[in-house]
């Protein structure tokens, strides 16, 4: 079973931090201190973490956030670069010329009640070549989803 946090704002600023259902001592800790918070929390646990924002408005966001692997190196600091691995990704249905972003899935998230979805993203995380490849046509708005493997 994965580690979980719970992040609930009590008022506009401030958020309590249950972890696997003990509420935190620390908390409450002000909004622009969560991001901090939850990575460290995730880093300790070293797996997988269900993570749950509880607005005020009712609002629940969930994800499953991973840890930064142990001695990885940012890709500057790497002592060798490592021989490129191309993988091609074909699809049609765009309009010519377009632009066509192209987009690798780190996670998945879940909507709300009300259809909106919410990500949350670590800027600190590298990303890795695994999981699902999307290009997305910005004018046509053709999306095409791939498994890479």
Partial sequence: MLPQI?????????VVLTVNGKRLLSTPTRRDELGPAI?????????????EVR????????????????????????????RPELVEFTA???VPGEDVAIALVLRHTS???????????DRAEHATVTGE???????SGTTTVRRID
């Fill in 55 to 82: 607005e005020l408005d009712g609002s629940v966001y969930a994800d499953i956030l991973t840890p930064d692997p142990d001695g990885a190196a940012p890709l500057d600091e790497s002592p060798e670069r490592p």
């Fill in 6 to 14: 719970i992040a609930e704002f009590v008022s506009a600023e401030h």
């Fill in 92 to 94: 049609d249905g765009f």
């Fill in 111 to 121: 909507a709300a009640g009300n259809g909106t979805a919410r990500a949350l993203l």
């Fill in 39 to 51: 990575a460290e929390l995730i880093a300790r646990f070293a797996s997988p973490t269900r993570v």
């Fill in 133 to 139: 490849l999307i290009l997305l046509g910005r004018i």
